[in-house]
């Protein structure tokens, strides 16, 4: 039966999830029981698409890459796959409509595979467009449900969201993107060299991509609410302790928030919602 096909399609992208990203899954978890399969299958498969440019090194990338598209193309036209990662994505594009946005995100991920620095302001931005953006606003259209008025009014902040979440992932992991993968997404880093007047640049722009998130974020359904507004908290926390952690540390480091902390941050979030002070 292929309901029983789609059903464990659906498992591995909620496995992919939960293996690669404790704080996103511990957003998902929060979302209302008919959101989570869409929003799992979603990040099955953009995980899986930025595991192959960011970590098969060892392999024929962009051979591995161009197989994942053609297979994804394919899925559209067949409404089925045999990789159940995009099987279960197809099902989700079909439904909310994200076609445009897949193929913006597919373009991003191939940048990876031949752009090595970002020197230019116009360029950092086209990128995390296409990379982290899209992938919010691919969410957005499940939390709305496709009603169309809903997702106008609330895409900018859906946008300034994704922005800032995937800025905070290039702070944090600007160790790793210089030296393991060669490069460079801050147009302000100049000979792969981040000082700490730069790394204060870098923390204000974010810092007001989240003040414009929230206040879309405040509007989104109840039944995403809570789970988009944990997994701004920990971003925001994790921003604080980037933000407090010398510049040259973060060329050494990695720097994360702990398990604990994280509930602490998901306490004192439900607590918050349930007093309607969001």
Request: charged content about 30%.
């Amino acid at each position: 039966m292929k309901a029983l096909f789609d059903s464990s399609s659906l498992k591995c992208s909620k496995l992919v999830t939960h293996t690669y990203s404790t704080s996103f899954s511990l957003g998902i978890r929060l979302f209302a029981p008919k959101i989570r399969p869409s929003i799992y299958a979603i990040y099955g498969f953009v995980r899986y698409a930025d595991e192959i440019v960011d970590s098969f090194d060892d392999y024929e990338q962009e051979e591995l890459l161009t197989e994942f598209i053609r297979e994804y193309k394919l899925s559209l036209k067949r409404k089925i796959s045999l990789n159940p990662i995009i099987n279960s994505f197809q099902a989700v594009v079909h439904k909310f409509k994200l076609y445009e946005y897949v193929d913006i995100f597919l373009e991003r991920m191939q940048y990876d595979l031949d752009v090595c620095e970002y020197t230019t302001k116009e360029a950092y931005e086209n990128y995390i467009y296409g990379s982290a953006d899209v992938v919010g606003l691919m969410c957005l259209r499940v939390f709305v449900d496709n009603d169309n008025d809903k997702f106008n009014s609330l895409q900018s902040s859906a946008r300034y969201l994704g922005s800032a979440f995937q800025k905070v992932n290039f702070l944090r992991d600007i160790k790793q993107d210089l030296e393991s993968l060669g490069r460079s997404y801050f147009p302000n880093v100049h000979q792969r060299e981040l000082t700490e007047e730069v790394k204060k640049e870098i923390i204000r722009d974010i810092e007001d991509d989240f003040e414009k998130a929230y206040q879309g974020l405040i509007k989104l359904p109840i039944e995403s609410r809570l789970g988009v507004y944990i997994a701004y908290k920990y971003y925001s926390q994790l921003l604080k302790k980037l933000k407090h952690t010398k510049s040259e540390k973060l060329l050494t480091n990695r720097i994360h928030i702990s398990n604990p902390m994280k509930m602490v941050i998901l306490a004192k979030g439900y607590v918050r919602y349930k007093l309607n002070v969001i």
